[in-house]
T-cell receptor, first 109, second 114 residues
Framework: EDQVTQSPEALRLQEGESSSLNCSYT??????LFWYRQDPGKGPEFLFT???AGEEKEKERLKATLTKKESFLHITAPKPEDSATYLC??????????FGAGTILRVKS | EPEVTQTPSHQVTQMGQEVILRCVPI?????FYWYRQILGQKVEFLVS????????KSEIFDDQFSVERPDGSNFTLKIRSTKLEDSAMYFC????????????FGEGSRLTVL
């Protein structure tokens, strides 16, 4: 069974304190790994798709990387507005995404 | 920026009633999806839809659920006889092609079944 595990479940950072979120996966064949941001009561907001090991993508203070077994979302010098739940999802066969439980990030000023 | 829009934002219904949730996908997208998220749980896939037919569905998507694209813009999810456990946030999503391109989600419709 395809599985996605995110850690930590929750993370508290001070503004400017860089850190990383982890997404490990066990799948039969990875077609793509997705990162989303979700604010309370809202829909997931697309951040990145990674397709193969070694790939990296950046957007503002966020950088996503991918290996054969896990992905990291690095947050550099976070600001309070980066507070959200960050979701990782994998696409294996077909078109559906399998989501992890998410990491709740709180950035305090 | 184009976006997926969903209505209603919140619906409260009695157990056993029928509910229709509506979505307007991004205009040049061809693949449409419904996902749901029970409070405090993971986002779960329900169904994918392409070329006016279901292309994939999960075990959750039983005979109580149906989807339809009644015209060129709307995409609907119908729950025929709601149960308490159907209470969740329902998200519509769309993408332009069948590959692994960007999948865009709407803001969701919160369904509360009493």
């Amino acid at each position: 069974e395809d599985q996605v595990t995110q850690s930590p479940e929750a993370l508290r950072l001070q503004e400017g304190e860089s850190s990383s979120l982890n997404c490990s996966y066990t799948v039969s064949g990875l077609r793509g790994l997705f990162w989303y941001r979700q604010d309370p009561g809202k829909g997931p907001e697309f951040l990145f798709t990674l397709y193969s090991a070694g790939e990296e993508k950046e957007k503002e203070r966020l950088k996503a990387t991918l290996t054969k077994k896990e992905s990291f979302l690095h947050i550099t010098a976070p600001k309070p507005e980066d507070s959200a739940t960050y979701l990782c999802a994998v696409q294996v066969y077909g078109n559906k995404l399998v989501f992890g439980a998410g990491t709740i990030l709180r950035v305090k000023s | 920026e184009p976006e997926v829009t969903q209505t209603p934002s919140h619906q409260v219904t009695q157990m056993g009633q029928e509910v229709i949730l509506r979505c307007v996908p991004i205009s040049n997208h061809l693949y449409f999806y419904w996902y749901r998220q029970i409070l405090g749980q993971k986002v779960e896939f329900l169904v994918s839809f392409y070329n006016n037919e279901i292309s994939e569905k999960s075990e959750i998507f039983d005979d109580q659920f149906s989807v339809e694209r009644p015209d060129g813009s709307n995409f609907t999810l119908k729950i025929r006889s709601t149960k308490l456990e159907d209470s969740a946030m329902y998200f519509c999503a769309s993408r332009r092609d069948s590959g692994t391109g960007e999948l865009f989600f709407g803001e969701g419709s919160r369904l509360t079944v009493l």
